[in-house]
């Protein structure tokens, strides 16, 4: 296994994966891992949600319904789940009103642990994209995910075998994005 540091540098969305993936005891160690993050008050405001085989026709269909008045075709948005063998749910379980954690902090803690699991995905050799869209919050998908009041879904990983080509990364534009205050 890598360093942190080292998986950070080496990670990399793949946009096309094969049809292996990871086995839910896999995917259990990995959630232990990556439900580390920094979360205030110990609230633990997320959830991931597994969907593989027709679960992903499922979302499609949803997907499909949520895009009705848009006129994008039907046939598009129902394959976009298809296009890996695992997807993971990521949810913000958020518990308001809470008098010292904002729902925007629960959000990031839900974020940081899709990051970290995306970063443990990779270092194990899978391939793993974060998708969302226009639809992540719309009703119908909502109501596809059994999600409760309060839950805000935050997008999915896309997750399969790695492909053989990986995109070179793209180096941070540090010098931009970093400034010092004294």
Do not use: C, N
């Not at 308001?96 to 729902?103: I, W, Y």
């Amino acid at each position: 296994m890598a360093s942190a540091f080292e998986a950070a540098l080496s990670r990399r969305s793949s946009s096309k994966v094969t049809d292996a993936a990871p086995d839910d005891a896999e995917l259990t160690r990995m959630l232990g891992a990556a439900g580390r993050v920094a979360d205030h008050a110990g609230l633990r405001p997320w959830r991931v949600i597994a969907l593989r085989g027709a679960a992903r026709g499922r979302l499609g269909d949803a997907l499909v319904e949520a895009s009705a008045s848009t006129g994008e075709p039907e046939h598009k948005l129902a394959g976009k789940p298809l296009r890996a063998p695992l997807l993971l749910a990521v949810v913000a379980t958020i518990t308001e009103p809470h008098k010292k954690v904002p729902a925007w902090e629960q959000e990031a803690v839900a974020s940081g642990v899709a990051h970290v699991l995306s970063l443990l995905l990779d270092d194990a050799g899978w391939g793993v994209m974060w998708r969302t869209g226009p639809y992540t919050r719309h009703p119908a998908v909502a109501r596809m995910h059994d999600l409760a009041p309060g839950e805000l879904l935050l997008g999915w990983l896309y997750v399969g075998g790695r492909a053989e080509h990986r995109r070179p990364g793209r180096p941070a534009d540090v010098a931009r994005r970093f400034s010092v205050l004294d």
